[in-house]
């Protein structure tokens, strides 16, 4: 029988493997982020990812498909084929996150955070619908009068993966914190925190640089 100081010595192995895809994910997603613009007024305007995760309304969602050059169009498309990945990393890193947290735990607060471990297959199935339905107007930019529900239920399913994911994150690093407070973790542990913390500062480093010219899309 597999013993508990063991599956979560594994467990920290494989949230290092997501940390590592997230940062890698998040890095180019950035980079692709560079290129988001909308044509405004004679000028080209910057918008970011989440202008289109949480537009105002369907309308202003269409006129951004309809004013973005084609260069800023592939951009967008590419950063939604990477943000597949990109999921490989945050979610499981979040549900890993949370069986850890279990594994230090008994009875109410063991049950509690596996539940939160396997509700992160949601905002996985809901981010996998965004990224379809952003992809289908941006092949068709118009306002779709006959079904306004499913505007709104896209807008619910991005609120949702936000809440559920960011529950899970928050609600494990606040109790892995108290037990590390308490010196309650394993040896090798540290040695996994250090790994990710230097991985964090190159990507913060990387993530920063300037580009000496104006970066074009190949």
Not at 103 to 115: A, L, P, Q, S
Not at 132 to 158: C, G, M, S, T
């Amino acid at each position: 029988m597999i013993c508990t100081p063991c599956m979560t010595q594994n467990l920290w192995f494989y949230f290092a493997v997501c940390f590592t895809l997230f940062l890698i994910t998040t890095y180019i997603m950035v980079r692709l982020g560079r290129h988001f613009c909308i044509h405004k007024a004679g000028a080209d305007v910057p918008f970011s990812i989440m202008d289109l995760m949480m537009p105002l309304s369907e309308r202003e969602l269409v006129n951004m498909c309809l004013t973005m050059p084609e260069s800023s169009k592939i951009a967008v498309r590419r950063q939604l084929t990477v943000d597949y990945l990109y999921m490989f990393g945050v979610y499981p890193g979040v549900a890993l996150l949370c069986g850890i947290a279990a594994n230090k735990m008994e009875h109410i607060g063991k049950w509690f955070f596996w539940i939160l471990a396997a509700a992160q297959l949601l905002p996985r199935l809901f981010d996998i619908l965004e990224n379809i339905y952003l992809a289908r107007k941006l092949r068709n930019p118009v306002v779709d009068e006959q079904h306004p529900q499913r505007f709104a239920r896209y807008i619910w399913q991005v609120k949702a993966k936000f809440i559920i994911g960011f529950a899970g994150a928050i609600c494990a690093v606040f109790a892995l914190l108290y037990y590390w407070l308490t010196a309650d973790f394993k040896p090798d542990t540290p040695w996994y925190l250090l790994f990710m913390l230097v991985e964090l500062i190159l990507f913060v480093v990387i993530t920063n640089l300037k580009p000496k010219k104006k970066e074009v899309l190949p």
